[in-house]
C-alpha cells in the first residue's frame, strides 16, 4: 500500500515518480550546481520562531488584502511556465484551485494554456499576469491589452531574466516542448512560439534570441505609459534595486531569486527579504517566494515583512499529482499548517504576525 500524502514534502516525492524526464528535470532544476536551490529551502530553518502564550486565539482569521483585494489566505501561486506537461489542463486547473481557495494565480507569459483560457476557466478568481518584455515591444504590449481585456488584476514584471539561467540537466536532455503543446499566448506566431528543432536547451536559444536584454529600470515608464495596471516587479535581491523601484511607483515588489533558477550562488529569498523591507518600508507592498513548503515558512516570511508568499513548483507537483484537486490539496496543507502555527505561537490573525516573533538564529547566541 503506498503511502498517505500528507505534506508538500509528499507531494514532490510523489511527482519525481510520475513526471518524465525532460519535464520533471526543467521543473525541479535550479541554476548552475544549485547551491542556491538547496539553500532556498534550508535558510528557513536559520529563522526561529519565538511563540507568544495566552492570546486568545480561539477565533483566527487568515485572510489579508493585496494591492487592495481581499485574499483568504496569504500564500498564492507564481508563475510557472508550461504547466501542461504536469497535467492536461495545467494552467487552467491551477487556476481554478487558487480561484477555488481564494487566492491569486499567475500566469507566465510562457503558459501552454492561453490568457483567455485561463479567464474562462478562472472568472472570479484573482489572476495577475506575468510579463517577459520581447525586443519587438509589440509583442509585450499586444500582451498586456489581452491580460486588461480579460480581467488580470495586475502585471508581474520579471527583472531577472535577460538571459535563461545555466540549467544543467536542461541543456543535457536538449530540452523540447512536448510536440502536442505550444507557448498558448503566441498561437500561430512562428516568431514567438517555441522553435522545437533547435539544439542544446530550446530554451535557452528561445530566451536569448527574443528577450530584450536592453531592459532598464527606465523602461518601467514605458510599461506604465499604456497600462493602468499595478505593477509587481518580481526578481529584485537588493535594496538598493527595491529604492529604484518604489521610486518609480510600482506597486509591489516580489523578492525573489526565481527558485534559484537563474544565478547559482545569490542568497535565499527568505535572506534577501529584510533588507528590502527595511528600505520600503510602506511605500510598497513586499512579496516574496523560493523555497515554501511548510506554514511556517509562511509565518517566517509574513514576520520578516512580506504581506504574501508565493510558490512555484509545489503547484506542479500538486497537477502532477491530480491537477485542480492536486493543487487545492497542496493549498489546504499550507493553510492547515499556517493555522496551526499561528495558532500556538498566539496569533489570531496575519496582522499579529509581528517581525519580534521570528529572529535570526544567531539570536540566540547572543543571549
Ligand atoms: C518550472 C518553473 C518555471 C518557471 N517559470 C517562470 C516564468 O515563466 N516566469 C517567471 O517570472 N518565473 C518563473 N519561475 C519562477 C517562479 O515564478 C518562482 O519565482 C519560483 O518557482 C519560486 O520558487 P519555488 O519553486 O521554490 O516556490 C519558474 C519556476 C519554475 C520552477
Ligand atoms: C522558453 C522560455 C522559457 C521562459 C522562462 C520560464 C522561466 O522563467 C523559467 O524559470 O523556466
Redesign the pocket.
Known amino acids: 500500500m503506498s503511502e498517505a500524502i500528507v505534506c508538500v514534502k509528499d507531494f514532490e516525492k510523489h511527482a519525481y515518480n510520475v513526471l518524465p524526464r525532460n519535464a520533471l528535470d526543467?521543473?525541479?532544476s535550479g541554476a548552475g550546481a544549485e547551491e542556491t536551490l538547496a539553500h532556498?529551502?534550508k535558510a528557513f530553518s536559520k529563522y526561529k520562531i519565538r511563540p507568544r502564550c495566552l492570546r486568545n486565539v480561539a477565533k483566527r482569521d487568515l485572510s489579508t488584502t493585496v494591492l487592495g483585494e481581499k485574499v483568504q489566505i496569504p500564500v498564492g501561486i507564481?508563475?510557472?511556465?508550461?504547466q501542461r506537461m504536469a497535467h492536461p489542463e495545467g494552467e487552467c486547473a491551477n487556476a481554478r484551485a487558487a480561484q477555488a481557495m481564494g487566492t491569486i494565480f499567475?500566469l507566465?507569459?510562457?503558459?501552454t494554456s492561453s490568457i483567455e483560457e485561463v479567464a474562462q476557466a478562472a472568472p472570479y478568481g484573482t489572476k495577475w499576469f506575468?510579463l517577459?518584455i520581447y525586443n519587438d515591444r509589440n509583442v509585450t504590449r499586444r500582451l498586456v491589452e489581452r491580460a486588461e481585456k480579460a480581467g488580470f488584476k495586475a502585471l508581474?514584471l520579471?527583472v531577472?531574466?535577460p538571459m535563461f539561467g545555466l540549467r544543467l540537466a536542461d541543456i543535457r536532455n536538449k530540452f523540447v516542448l512536448p510536440p502536442h503543446l505550444k507557448f498558448a499566448n503566441f498561437a500561430g506566431d512562428k516568431a514567438t512560439g517555441i522553435n522545437q528543432t533547435e539544439s542544446g536547451s530550446g530554451l535557452n536559444n528561445y530566451v536569448n534570441r527574443l528577450f530584450d536584454q536592453s531592459l532598464e529600470w527606465k523602461d518601467i515608464k514605458w510599461l506604465q505609459s499604456f497600462t493602468k495596471l499595478p505593477i509587481v516587479v518580481?526578481?529584485v535581491l537588493t535594496a538598493e534595486d527595491a529604492l529604484i523601484a518604489a521610486d518609480l511607483g510600482v506597486q509591489g515588489i516580489?523578492v525573489?531569486?526565481?527558485?534559484?533558477?537563474q544565478v547559482d550562488g545569490t542568497p535565499a529569498?527568505i535572506e534577501a527579504l529584510p533588507e528590502i523591507v527595511r528600505a520600503v518600508g510602506d511605500r510598497v507592498e513586499v512579496y516574496m517566494?523560493?523555497?515554501?513548503?511548510d506554514g511556517t515558512d509562511i509565518f517566517k516570511a509574513l514576520a520578516l515583512g512580506a504581506r504574501m508568499v508565493?510558490?512555484?513548483?509545489?503547484a506542479?507537483w500538486g497537477l502532477a499529482h491530480s491537477g485542480e484537486e492536486g493543487v487545492k490539496k497542496i493549498l489546504n496543507i499550507l493553510k492547515t499548517e499556517l493555522d496551526y502555527t499561528m495558532a500556538i505561537t498566539g496569533c489570531a490573525t496575519v496582522r499579529d504576525i509581528d517581525h519580534r516573533m521570528v529572529v535570526h538564529e544567531s539570536y540566540y547566541s547572543k543571549l
Open positions: 526543467y521543473y525541479r532556498n529551502r507564481s508563475p510557472t511556465a508550461m499567475t507566465s507569459t510562457i503558459a506575468q517577459y508581474v520579471t531577472d531574466t518580481k526578481g516580489l525573489s531569486n526565481h527558485g534559484a533558477r529569498s517566494d523560493g523555497g515554501i513548503t508565493f510558490f512555484g513548483r509545489p506542479l
